[in-house]
T-cell receptor, first 107, second 114 residues
């Protein structure tokens, strides 16, 4: 069955520290993966997609098919990165979401 | 900023009552989705609709019903059969074609059953 696993409910770091939010998936085909972010009092929104191989707000995510992972990374966390992050896997015409990781960045 | 409007933002319901959550969009998007968001469980798909007058069950459709009579509207009814209806409900859409997979979300509706 297709599944997305985010093992950490909460990740706390200090400003300037590196951040890695973990995401593992199970999917039999060629996966399409996404990271969504929800800042306080804002709508859930797309952060980045693996197909684009882009860096958004300093975040990057590399698809590792061998490890079935799509971890989100940022070398130097900022306070404004504090938010809820969801990893998502595309299944046909739907998205399957993980349980989310709350990132707290302390000053 | 318009786009996707969900109403009401907060709703209280007594047990045994049905309640309907509204989702309206002016983005001319074809596909619309309803997700339920619970702490520690992420987002789970309830129902979705690719075109008018057609919709499919998601992973947790039991106790819910939808309709898609207009492209702009996709209301969700939480029936008394839903065993644990207290949750945050999110409506989303995708662009025509939806090839890039990006979902656009509303602000959500929080339902509390008393």
């Amino acid at each position: 069955a297709q599944r997305v696993t985010q093992p950490e409910k909460l990740l706390s770091v200090f400003k300037g520290a590196p951040v890695e939010l973990k995401c593992n998936y199970s999917y039999s085909g060629s996966p399409e993966l996404f990271w969504y972010v929800q800042y306080s009092r804002q709508r859930l929104q797309l952060l980045l997609r693996h197909i684009s191989r882009e860096s958004i707000k300093g975040f990057t995510a590399d698809l590792n098919k061998g490890e079935t992972s799509f971890h989100l990374k940022k070398p130097f966390a900022q306070e404004e990165d504090s938010a809820m992050y969801y990893c998502a896997l595309r299944r046909a015409d739907k998205l399957i979401f993980g349980t989310g990781t709350r990132l707290q960045v302390f000053p | 900023d318009g786009g996707i409007t969900q109403s009401p933002k907060y709703l209280f319901r007594k047990e045994g009552q049905n309640v309907t959550l509204s989702c309206e969009q002016n983005l001319n998007h074809d596909a619309m989705y309803w997700y339920r968001q619970d702490p520690g469980q992420g987002l789970r798909l309830i129902y979705y609709s690719q075109i008018v007058n057609d919709f499919q069950k998601g992973d947790i459709a039991e106790g819910y019903s939808v309709s898609r009579e207009k492209k702009e509207s996709f209301p969700l009814t939480v029936t008394s059969a839903q065993k644990n209806p207290t949750a945050f409900y999110l409506c989303a859409t995708t662009r025509p074609g939806g090839a890039d997979g990006e979902l656009f979300f509303g602000e959500g509706s929080r339902l509390t059953v008393l």
